[in-house]
């Protein structure tokens, strides 16, 4: 009798999921859209059905997803990424470009198709081809609960970071891979922007609690948002409940989410500033011209409004944010057992031989293959578990089904960075503070590390501090091909990526992880193949064909060569190149970065440069050896 009840119970949950699940059928053309955001200049922004800002989309746990994705470019690929989703039995789905799909060309639609699973909470989507969430193509999406959130709230919010620019990236991105840009200084945006403006005005009632689901959709930097005599209370992150923390400073890196309770004020007398400002550590330059802190408005009173705005509201300091890394997931989900695997992985920033400043794991600049590597996963039969068909310079990992696997992460470089893995959350169980630009960088040491939390905290970006590490674990439960890199856009059209191989046998056995037949369409109008490796061979183990990354500077060369041959380039356009994209950047400072990231002496003797001796200015402190280990 129990046992049916039960049954009965368990059956009619199902069915009610089952009736309850909708589809959503969306038609979307990308295409550019004429737009003020920060109210200082006109320029194109790319849209959904020419309108700008894109659509939040909201949708249930459970509910499936058809959007229909139009290129209305005439000369530019395009693609679509819903971030956080774990796409889970159909990688095919993900969007990155030349990962889990082929680009899709100009006048093509392609069919996203998925279920959202066991997800819940903010999320949001944005091209993940080159340049174009900088340039607009990025929107909220929201997967909500109803019937099972644990906080209590009366109206729920969206609010949105991110950084603008007044050029596009067709004009950024050339000026920034090239070797009149050694140092690899990002472009510095013009604005950042608050719900995709600035001044913002969110108009509240008294008495109330709002959820505030925050997001930044930006391409570059991080924010400190705080509020005037009002607090958040942290109750989400990046998909996954918290239990509740309140600060009164947020700090959010591009791709991450916080999902916040605002209790208002008992009475509408006052209004009060709400603030966002960069995190000024991420830019190498800062003009004069910059606004660094925006100031938006939290309206109670209209008639008080239109007679006086508030004023910015400072804080003495802006070091005391929320830690992510001790918020505790409400799951209690524990510290996964050991790790079964591990990736270490070291990070820099250096020049090859083109004089461009790469981003590199471990030695290897992301380069895309010839196919998109889930293609080779599904054609390679059973050498899909071998690295080798995935490329050299695709930085590919393969990864056993179930495995708990660690990614340990060394910063060699004096930049914050915030990474993210597709496909999967992971647990943040060891996060080092930053070390100082003029120390040594700290590495991740296995023998003597710090207590890793019981429950530590789960998300799926998080930022690694200047010169220091952290380590991720997750387990190895979503057969597919997963993309874990820097979010910032121009680390990653740097190359600060790596290609997550996991469990491509059991890919292969999946029904629901074959390509469609739109898949094939768009490569066969992009000239790519369908099956192959890296090289786009049907041999598998032959990568002689394969796309790789510029040489390294050539040996022989002095380090003072390098220098000048970079300088006497930089001199001579500099006038015409440089000082419109670096603004404020003088030629000594300049030359100054360059000597100190090319770890070389300008005061060195001029005779010592016709001997013609030092060559590799190539760092070498990265950890050497096989940079992954298997536990048994
Ligand atoms: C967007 O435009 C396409 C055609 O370009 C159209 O089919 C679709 O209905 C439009 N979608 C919305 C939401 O308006
Ligand atoms: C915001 O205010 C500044 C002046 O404080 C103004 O220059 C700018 O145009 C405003 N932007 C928008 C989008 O209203
Ligand atoms: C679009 O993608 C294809 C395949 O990767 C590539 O060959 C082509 O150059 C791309 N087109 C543009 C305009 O970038
Ligand atoms: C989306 O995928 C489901 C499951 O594979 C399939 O039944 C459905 O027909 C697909 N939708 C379209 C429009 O192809
Ligand atoms: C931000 O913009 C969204 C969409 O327009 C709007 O619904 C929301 O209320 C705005 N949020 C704030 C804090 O102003
Ligand atoms: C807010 O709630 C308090 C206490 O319940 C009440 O005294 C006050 O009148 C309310 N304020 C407004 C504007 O409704
Ligand atoms: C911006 O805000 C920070 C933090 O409140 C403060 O230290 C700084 O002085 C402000 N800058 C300006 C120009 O108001
Ligand atoms: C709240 O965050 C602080 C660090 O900012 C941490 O020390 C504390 O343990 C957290 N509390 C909970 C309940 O998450
Ligand atoms: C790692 O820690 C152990 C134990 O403290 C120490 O003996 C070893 O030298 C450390 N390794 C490195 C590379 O620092
Ligand atoms: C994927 O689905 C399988 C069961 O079908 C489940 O065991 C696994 O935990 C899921 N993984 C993720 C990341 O959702
Ligand atoms: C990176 O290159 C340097 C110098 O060429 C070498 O010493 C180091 O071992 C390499 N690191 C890895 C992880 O391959
Ligand atoms: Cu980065």
Redesign the pocket.
Known sequence: MKSAVIFLAVFASFVSQLLAAETH?WWFEAGWVDANPDGMMDRKMIGFNNSWPLPTLRVNKGD?I?LYLINGFDDRNTSLHFHGMFQNGTNQMDGPEMVTQCPIPPGETF?Y??TVGDQVGTYWYHSHTMGQTGDGMRGVFIIEDHDNFPYDYDEEVILTLSDHYHQDSDALIPKFLSRFNPTGAEPIPANFLLNETRNNTWNVEPNKTYLLRIVNTGGFVSQYLWMQDHEFTVVEIDGIYVEQNTTNLLYITVAQRYTVLVTTKDTADENYAMMNRVDIDMLDVIPDELELNGTNYIVYNQDKFQQEKPQPYLLDSIDDFLDDFYLKPLSKEKLLDDADYTITIDVQMDNLGNGVNYAFFNNVTYVKPKIPTLFTALSAGRLATNELVYGTNTNSFVLQGDDVVDIVLNNLDTGKHPFHLHGHTFQLIERHEAIDDNDDPVAFNATDHAEWPEYPMIRDTAYVQPQSYMVMRFKADNPGIWMFHCHLEWHLDQGLAIILVEDPLALQNEE?QQL?ENHKQICSKNGVQVEGNAAASMDFLDLSAQNVQEKRLPTGFTARGIVALVFSCVAGVLGLVAISFYGMQDIDDVEERVARDLDVDLDEDDDEEEDGAVAEIVASNSSAGDSSTRKH
């Open positions: 059928t499936r058809q069919l198709n998925f629901s469609t």
